[in-house]
């Protein structure tokens, strides 16, 4: 059974910076592309940032050029770097997993609160 946790999240001003992890168990970790998703308060979750196994990385407009999503596949992990954060990036972070042969991320990680304060 796939399991993520992540782990990072916290309160920062705006213009700062946080990293969130997401350890993954219980999966082929190459079988997987990984992703980022938020659900901001009274809207419905979002997609934020993916990277393919091979490192092709894709992001959300509202992202790009201030989120950086990476992995380790030796360490069966994926973090994600936001820098520039913006009070409307305040959200519940998820980590997700996608195994290559299916269309959609099926497994998802317990979110970790991100709160950017003005």
């Known amino acids: 059974q796939v399991q993520l946790v992540e782990s990072g999240g916290g309160l920062v001003q705006a213009g700062g910076s946080l990293r969130l992890s997401c350890a993954a168990s219980?999966?082929?970790?190459?079988?997987?592309?990984m992703g980022w998703f938020r659900r901001a308060p009274g809207k419905e979750r979002e997609f934020v940032a993916r990277i393919t196994w091979s490192g092709s990385r894709y992001y959300t407009d509202s992202v790009k050029g201030r989120f950086t999503v990476s992995r380790d596949n030796a360490k069966n992990t994926v973090a994600l770097q936001m820098n520039s954060l913006k009070p409307e990036d305040t959200a519940i972070y998820y980590c997700a997993a996608r195994n290559t042969r299916l269309t959609t991320f099926h497994a998802w990680g317990q979110g970790t609160q991100v709160t950017v304060s003005s």
């Open positions: 219980g999966l082929t970790f190459s079988n997987y592309e």
